[in-house]
């Protein structure tokens, strides 16, 4: 009997700071992932084949942007990246969940949960969570996420920019006790 990998427990998970000497492993994770966003936003790819990520370089030498890989078993998993920025629906100076992406086979098993509170417990402060409308999985993920993390639901703030449509959930992060 067959069994699926989905159905593979997840063994311990790591949210590691990613090292300058990493970038092109996240440059490769960073292709993966937008390669899945563009079933819900326009991607194009290049002459090279690659869809490339400009602002990869900024989370070195930007003070308010973190790159993290994650990893599971020793394995990786995927990455996250976060930084400073003004909230999309008050404008006020949070943290921003800037990209999030876990491997497709690691997917469904409570992953990506662990490592957003790992996050948040890491990088206290406040908080958002910009999420694409036409993001239908994503939504329903980061609602569950956030919410869980507070102990309670949070309703997101839709906010439209540059003809995209985004939800919003904005939310105080506390330093463990």
């Known amino acids: 009997m067959m069994t699926k990998y989905a159905d593979k427990p997840v063994g311990p998970i790591e949210l590691v700071p990613a090292e300058r000497s990493q970038e092109s492993v996240l440059a ?3 292709e993966l992932y937008i390669h899945d966003f563009s079933q819900c936003r326009e991607s194009e790819i290049g002459a090279d084949g690659k869809f490339g990520y ?3 370089p900024l989370y070195w030498s930007d003070p308010d942007r973190t790159p993290f890989l994650v990893r599971t078993n020793g394995k990786l998993a995927g990455l996250v ?3 400073r920025t003004q909230n999309a629906s008050d404008g006020e100076i949070v943290w921003d969940m800037a990209e999030f992406f ?3 086979g690691y997917r469904g098993r409570g992953l990506g949960t662990h490592v957003a509170h790992e996050v948040w417990k890491h990088i206290p402060g406040r ?3 910009r ?4 993001n239908l999985p994503a939504l329903t993920f980061w609602a569950h996420a956030v919410s869980t993390f507070l102990g309670e639901a949070v309703d997101p703030v839709r906010v439209e ?3 995209d449509c985004w939800q919003v959930f904005s939310f ?3 330093p463990p006790a």
């Open 28 to 30: 490769n994770l960073l």
């Open 54 to 56: 400009a602002e990869l």
């Open 81 to 83: 990246f976060v930084r």
């Open 102 to 104: 876990i491997l497709r």
């Open 127 to 129: 908080w958002q969570v």
């Open 131 to 134: 999420v694409m409308e036409s």
């Open 161 to 163: 920019r540059g003809g």
């Open 172 to 174: 105080q992060s506390k």
